[in-house]
């Protein structure tokens, strides 16, 4: 059970949100209880004055400390151990993480501002400031709403369902996976074969897959912070951090100049494929050139979305390895931000010399430490000598025993996701 004490100047604009649906049941089956509270009653004066013109000038009017104080304090000596919390723009962000903690405690009072805020000493009498969003809004009941809807669904027993609220956006800090009803076609548009198919742990895959994937796309932000889910989980333990970046820019043509080379699509192709297959956790595709961007975002959605992922399926599960990048340093900041750490940067080169990590080497780290690597690949006559000297590691040529070096790029990805991930 919890009580919500709510210190509001208008208390009738809490009848429709709490009269409807989900809140209004969860009050009728005594899991959660609302109580509001006018700080109007705590006022001494003929005229029950709230507010007052601010020190120092400026607009509008700001909301007196003595009926709030007077209100908060009264709240609180009538119930065991409230939690005080004032909404306020300049407050904490209210998210998932914080209903889930604010959803454990017993008593909760809130208390909502209005006109131009409420007077600096007011926030002594309380334990801390929410905001719901950056954006003013008019008064503190709207987020107050917010704040009682997002907590009571966390009760156990206010859904009707016990496992919906796990399921949801950013219960497991993701965006949630795409929904579909009846009918099966609308306007042409039908709805994902897998999700007809009766097959649970297809249909859990491609759950998890879209959500990670809208999560990339739409707020990369939420995946620095997001538990990975199972399979990743399980891939992490056994030391598959990996990533390749397939660079096309900085690299060397035969004259030694630095080019940007073409996208190709076998490239694309068959690095998602062995990536897919070795269990490797990212693949970038690196051009800073725009029209080659789009080709290879169209090559990646033809296997993920268009024509193409009805055809092959397996084809698509590859494809969705592949990320397109401007730079290698986008890569390297997009890896920070999904396993929470910079990557080891492994350059690659069929050019002998330097200081070389060898295979068996860099294995033995991807089973044992913690961080991520990015294994860098070039095209065209390979990586530059820039390149190479940022990099962490450069890992030692594949050698074929004969006087001929010439292996094609997704021929040396192969080889090196089977001496770096292949079965013993
Ligand atoms: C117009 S706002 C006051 C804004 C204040 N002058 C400022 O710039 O920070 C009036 C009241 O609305 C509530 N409020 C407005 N935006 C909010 C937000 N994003 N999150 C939480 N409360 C908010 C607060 O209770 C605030 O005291």
Redesign the pocket.
Do not use: A, I
């Given at each position: 059970m919890l009580n919500f004490t709510v210190i509001t100047l208008f208390p009738p604009m809490f009848a429709s949100p709490l009269g409807h649906s989900i809140l209004k049941k969860a009050q009728e089956k005594g899991l959660i209880a609302v109580r509001l509270v006018d700080p109007r009653d705590y006022t001494t004066d003929k005229h029950r004055t709230v507010d007052d013109a601010p020190y120092g000038g400026g607009q509008?009017m700001v909301?007196k400390p003595e009926p709030l104080a007077a209100a908060i304090e009264d709240v609180k000596s009538k119930s065991a151990s409230p939690r005080v919390i004032?909404?306020?723009?300049?407050?904490k962000s209210?998210d998932q993480a914080e209903a889930q903690r604010l959803s454990q405690e017993t008593e909760l009072v809130l208390?909502?501002?209005?006109?131009?805020?409420?007077d600096e000493r007011v926030k002594a009498f309380v334990d801390e400031e929410?905001?719901?969003?950056?954006?003013?809004?008019?008064?503190?009941e709207l987020?107050a709403m917010v704040v009682i809807d997002a907590v009571a669904r966390l009760i156990p027993g206010v859904l009707g369902n016990l496992d919906s609220p796990k399921e949801e956006s950013f219960t497991e800090g993701l965006l949630e996976y795409p929904q579909y009803t009846r009918p099966e076609e609308f306007r042409g548009m039908k709805v994902p074969e897998v999700l007809l198919s009766g097959d649970h742990e297809k249909v859990n895959e491609w759950r998890s897959a879209m959500s990670l994937r809208l999560t990339r796309e739409r707020r990369p932000d939420l995946l620095a912070k997001a538990r990975p889910p199972a399979a990743e989980q399980k891939a992490t333990a056994t030391g598959r951090r990996l990533y390749i970046a397939l660079l096309h820019h900085p690299v060397y043509d035969k004259n030694g100049e630095i080019v940007t080379t073409a996208v190709t699509n076998m490239d694309i192709h068959d690095i998602a494929r062995a990536g897919k297959t070795y269990g490797l956790r990212g693949f970038y595709v690196v051009t800073p050139v725009k029209a080659l961007q789009r080709l290879a975002l169209k090559i990646i959605a033809h296997w993920e979305e268009g024509y193409g992922s009805r055809y092959n399926e397996t084809r698509k599960e590859a494809l969705a390895l592949a990320r397109v990048k401007d730079t290698l340093d986008d890569a390297i900041i997009d890896v920070e931000r999904e396993c929470g750490a910079k990557p080891q940067i492994v350059a690659s080169s069929a050019r002998p010399g330097g200081n070389r990590a060898s295979f068996a080497h860099l294995r033995k780290m991807l089973r044992e430490e913690s961080a991520p690597f990015l294994l860098l690949l070039g095209t065209g006559w390979g990586l530059t000598d820039a390149v190479l000297a940022q990099s962490d590691y450069i890992l030692e040529p594949i050698e074929g025993g004969t006087a001929y070096n010439h292996l094609s790029v997704r021929s040396a990805a192969a080889i090196m996701l089977d001496r770096l991930l292949g079965r013993d």
């Open positions: 509008g909301m004032l909404l306020s723009p300049q407050g209210f208390v909502c501002g209005r006109y131009e805020g409420v929410l905001s719901v969003g950056d954006y003013t809004l008019s008064g503190g987020p």
